[in-house]
């Protein structure tokens, strides 16, 4: 058990809806990372916080948006869904803004399906 | 930009087999490299790390080695387990000149490892 916590673990929704992804951080870390897995693409990075600002911003989609709340947890909104947007969603997270010597913990992900 | 390359697989290997799983990397800058582990139906657990060159990382009997000359970070294990069986992966962060990474990991493609009995 990384720490870290997502929900839900299993989404099931259909093509043009929106969905909010929730990740809580292990505890005392302030950096929140998401990742999108899928079969073409691999592993892919989205998006990262830290302390409640944008940090890093990867591949991310227009229709696909985050925040980090005081309380540290993190939601990924996605909007206008299609079905190549079925993935498993990671989050993960680490105590420093992303240093050569931190590790980032990965909960165990949520698994959208778009029908 | 950056990118990490692993060896196409899938692996396959007997119990207590020699494991060496290939991966090279391209990065404009420092990075740091890593092995994470995806076990079946769960999240991502790291392996190993290295964050500067020569260093060796070590866990769990496996070891990677940062060679800065031929940009790789080999993963080998002596003496494979069933349990080992997973999927593998190769990532780096780059950091700037100052030693600031930019928090992003750029991962390899994955290697899925079975181990027979």
């Known amino acids: 058990d990384s720490g870290v916590t997502q929900t839900p673990k299993h989404l099931i929704t259909a093509t043009g809806q929106r969905v909010t992804l929730r990740c809580s951080p292990r505890?005392?870390?302030?950096?929140v990372y998401w990742y999108q897995q899928s079969l073409d693409q691999g592993l892919q990075f989205l998006i990262q916080y830290y302390n409640g600002e944008e940090r890093a911003k990867g591949n991310i989609l227009e229709r696909f948006s985050a925040q980090q709340f005081p309380d540290l947890h993190s939601e990924l909104n996605l909007s206008s869904l299609e079905l190549g947007d079925s993935a498993l969603y990671f989050c993960?997270?680490?105590?420093?803004?992303?240093?050569?010597?931190?590790?980032?913990?990965f909960g165990p992900g949520t698994r959208l399906t778009v029908l | 930009g950056d990118s990490v390359t692993q060896m196409e697989g899938p692996v396959t290997l007997s119990e207590e087999a020699f494991l060496t799983i290939n991966c090279t990397y391209t990065?404009?800058?420092?990075?740091?490299l890593f092995w994470y582990v995806q076990y079946p139906g769960e999240g991502l657990q790291l392996l190993l790390k290295a964050t500067k060159a020569d260093d060796k990382g070590s866990n769990k009997g496996f070891e990677a080695t940062y060679r800065k000359e031929t940009t790789s970070f080999h993963l080998e294990k002596g003496s494979v387990q069933v349990s080992d069986s997973a999927v593998y992966f190769c990532?780096?962060?780059?950091?700037?000149?100052?030693?600031?990474?930019?928090?992003?990991?750029?991962f390899g493609q994955g290697t899925i490892l079975t181990v027979h009995p």
């Open positions: 990065a404009t800058g420092y990075p740091s």
């Open positions: 505890s005392g870390d302030l950096s």
């Open positions: 993960a997270s680490s105590v420093d803004p992303g240093g050569l010597a931190d590790t980032q913990y």
């Open positions: 990532a780096l962060i780059l950091a700037n000149a100052g030693g600031t990474s930019y928090g992003k990991l750029t």
